[in-house]
């Protein structure tokens, strides 16, 4: 996914873009004052500002566009009313799948890579399975998460509902949204679907099986329901009236680290490669700040420090590049569930001069922590000529990083 998402890049600032279905009437969840289903609220805010926030608020998604009904453009306007982001709405069609194709259809301007389909009343979608879906997908395969159906599943006749046959479960999945896809694929099967009058496909994923396009399972998340019933609504109130008494659990991890000076003509500093008239002397390829970090992401969940993971006793490091290690790090804190929400890394040298870099630095990390460039802080400082620093023998570096996961504090 990372080489999909790199080629091309200057053609597009859009990489990745959500789509949230929403026009729907919702008649199954019964008629109530505040309009269709997606509109109710759950938790004191409407169902589809829930689904909105969940991809507006994540850093690899650039975009946010709803198809809604014509008729609900004030419903969607207060529900939508202050989420930060690029959001966008068009006016969807007659079925899910008309919906969709319109959606996408406004996004031929933007041409993002990546399109990740979701519908509008899974409001319990989190980071690490937005994540999930994204990271599956490639040039030629989209992606789908999908649970492992655990009830025992019948076969009955149309009019007597008398029990036909038990259809053996093993292989059977359910499938969930979002679904993710190569942008340009999966617009060209809804307007390929479109065009033959086929109009009855029930997700996006079986549109794409039809066209030829590939789909690989994910794992999905059994909190990721949809709400169908006027139960399912009153369920997920409860749930989320009961998850904003208890304490969000959000983990701050430290990282600290120093290199000595030897001899050499580079440092690396913050993934980036800076001329010197001296170099950073360590196993791997010693940058200082990166280690740093890599110890604060490993901290947020217990995972023991650098050395754990990358003994400096084994060969196999010997010169490597610290990127390696940071995205190690940050691969176990989402196996955990957990979202990077800002990373803080503070370099105390002498010399080089820091500020020159910091631009490609923030990019640098940009890209292995998966988080927006304003979420990311590269300070440095001198020690006053004091100390080691002060001496000119080594550079040291401060990192923290504040994750957030799944569930609450333990009471």
């Not at 003994?311 to 196999?316: A, L, V």
């Not at 490609?360 to 292995?368: D, I, N, P, Q, T």
Request: proline share 5%; with cysteine.
């Amino acid at each position: 996914m990372d080489a999909l998402l790199e080629q091309d890049k200057a053609a597009t600032k859009c990489r990745i873009a959500a789509v949230i279905v929403a026009a729907g009437r919702g008649e199954r969840a019964g008629q109530n004052a505040s309009g269709p289903k997606q509109y109710r609220p759950i938790g004191d805010k409407p169902v589809i500002r829930h689904t909105i926030e969940a991809f507006a608020l994540h850093p690899r998604v650039d975009v946010v566009v709803t198809a809604i009904h014509p008729q609900d453009a004030d419903l969607f306007a207060a529900a939508a009313d202050g989420i930060p982001g690029d959001l966008r709405q068009v006016d969807g069609g007659a079925s899910r799948q008309e919906s969709t194709r319109l959606a996408l259809a406004s996004l031929a301007g933007l041409n993002p890579e990546i399109v990740v389909i979701h519908d509008a009343v899974r409001p319990f979608v989190d980071g690490a399975l937005i994540d999930r879906v994204v990271d599956a997908v490639t040039r030629d395969a989209g992606a789908l998460p999908a649970v492992a159906v655990s009830d025992t599943l019948k076969r009955c006749g149309d009019a007597d509902m008398r029990v036909r046959e038990t259809v053996p479960r093993d292989g059977l999945y359910a499938a969930q949204t979002p679904q993710a896809f190569p942008f340009l694929a999966i617009l060209a099967a809804h307007e390929k679907a479109r065009e033959a009058g086929l109009v009855a496909f029930t997700d996006d994923a079986a549109i794409a099986e039809w066209a030829g396009i590939a789909v690989t399972l994910v794992k999905g998340s059994p909190d990721n329901v949809k709400l169908t019933w006027a139960s399912d609504l009153a369920l997920a109130d409860e749930r989320l009236k009961g998850a904003a008494a208890r304490m969000p659990d959000v983990r701050t991890g430290n990282g600290y680290d120093v290199h000595a000076f030897g001899a050499g003509d580079h440092v690396m500093l913050g993934g980036v490669r800076i001329d010197h008239d001296r170099t950073l002397t360590g196993h791997s390829d010693a940058d200082v700040g990166l280690h740093a970090l890599t110890d604060a992401l490993l901290a947020t969940c217990g995972a023991g420090d650098i050395g754990t993971h990358f003994p400096p006793t084994d060969p196999q490091w010997k010169g490597a590049a610290s990127r390696l290690f940071v995205e190690h790090a940050v691969g176990l804190v989402r196996e955990r569930g957990g979202r990077i929400a800002n990373a803080d890394i503070t370099l105390i040298c002498e010399a080089p001069k820091i500020g020159p870099h910091r631009t490609a630095m923030v990019a640098a990390l940009e890209s292995m922590l998966g988080i927006a460039p304003e979420r990311i802080s590269i300070k440095a400082t001198t020690n006053e000529r004091l100390g080691f620093v002060g001496r000119q023998e080594g550079i040291a570096a401060l990192a923290t990083v504040s994750v957030v996961y799944p569930g609450s504090l333990p009471e």
